[in-house]
């Protein structure tokens, strides 16, 4: 490979896609970094309860460093409702870290948000992804954030995300809204930047419109999140493309 080669891969190493279906965006991203050979993570089905065991492989039993010895976080009650809650929890325990991906800390846990997940491994690089139900939460969510593409060990100190475009299509009933948060992580808070509406029912929106620019920065160590809600139903599809800055290395 020579020089200018070289310089074309590293600025197209920098530009990101990402496309979600319904159920396919993800809540949480989580993984186990404790001692034992394995660690496992189970939603339960109708109350979306997350259970957490962690062991012998095939022989895992509940870690009680969760939650007050329970290794359960209960959605339904008011320490654990809320999608902020319960990534709080999981990183209280030293044997796990837990990382927002696709959803906001407001948004609630309730109501089975998490889709029904049998026992699954979390000892694995980059951590497990606990997707969300678009039924539940009526919205398709994506992120822009380097640990969605680089796994749990990275976070976005130092970057800067940006929004390029964004295709969506949604079958949905009362109103259908296309929002872009910038979020930080590290420090818990989240700004909507940005809200528009979508297109009609069924019929495929493309931002920007022929003839327009779209390029939304977020602010330095945030990521963007862009959300697309019916606010009664909500079923299809959200596409973004953007790209990741590295602050003091604009080139990378």
Known sequence: MNLEQAQIAALLSNYRGRFVADDQDVGILVKYIGTQASG??????????????????????????VVATTGIIDVSETYGDTMGEVVDLINASPNWKAVLVDCLRAD????????????????????????KSSAAC?????????????????????????????ISKNTFTGTNLIQIYSINRANKTEKKVYERA????????VLPASGMQMELDSFRDDILLVRMIGSAACTGYLCINGKQTNFNNPDY
């Open 108 to 131: 609630p846990s309730t109501v089975a948000m998490l889709k029904t997940m049998a026992a699954t491994q979390a000892k694995v690089t980059g951590g497990l992804k606990l997707l």
């Open 198 to 205: 979508g297109g009609a029912t069924t019929v495929e929106q």
């Open 40 to 65: 496992t993570v189970t939603v339960a089905a109708t109350t979306g309860d997350i259970t957490f065991k962690h062991g012998a492989l095939g022989a895992e039993a509940v870690d009680t460093t």
């Open 138 to 166: 009526l919205n398709l969510s994506l992120a822009i954030d380097r640990s969605i593409f680089k796994g749990i060990e990275f976070d976005n100190t130092n970057w800067i995300n940006t929004i390029l475009s964004i």
